[in-house]
């Protein structure tokens, strides 16, 4: 219908549709040639979009799986990041703890020879 209207909007410039004397109006062959021609490149294209669409999608969908494997991995290393923290801290009491004993076991030692 659309196609109608704008061939009947421009026949005047390009005489896409032809008035036959009795006040009738028809399209030549050469313009249903065309038409065909013009119908079958739209077709084509909307053809090459759907498979572009279809591609994209199927694009879309990897990066979804792509984007939770990464979220996945960045739980993990959070994880693994809060273990390592607990560890450092539980060595740091470690360290302090044996920095006081060896402190006091010097002391006990320089006073058992001072005496």
Do not use: H, P
Request: aromatic content about 8%; hydrophobic content about 40%.
């Amino acid at each position: 219908m659309t196609l109608l209207i704008s061939l009947m909007t421009f026949s005047k410039d390009y005489q896409i549709i032809q008035k036959s004397e009795d006040g009738r109006y028809y399209l030549d062959e050469n313009t249903v040639i065309l038409l065909a021609d013009y119908i079958k490149k739209l077709e084509d294209l909307n053809s090459n979009y759907q498979m572009q669409i279809s591609n994209l999608e199927e694009q879309v969908a990897n990066l979804k799986e792509l984007i939770s494997a990464y979220e996945d991995e960045i739980n993990n290393l959070r994880n693994e990041n809060q273990s390592l923290k607990r560890e450092i801290e539980s060595l740091s009491w470690q360290r302090t703890t044996l920095g006081v004993v060896a402190a006091v076991a010097v002391g006990a030692v320089i006073i058992l020879f001072l005496k």
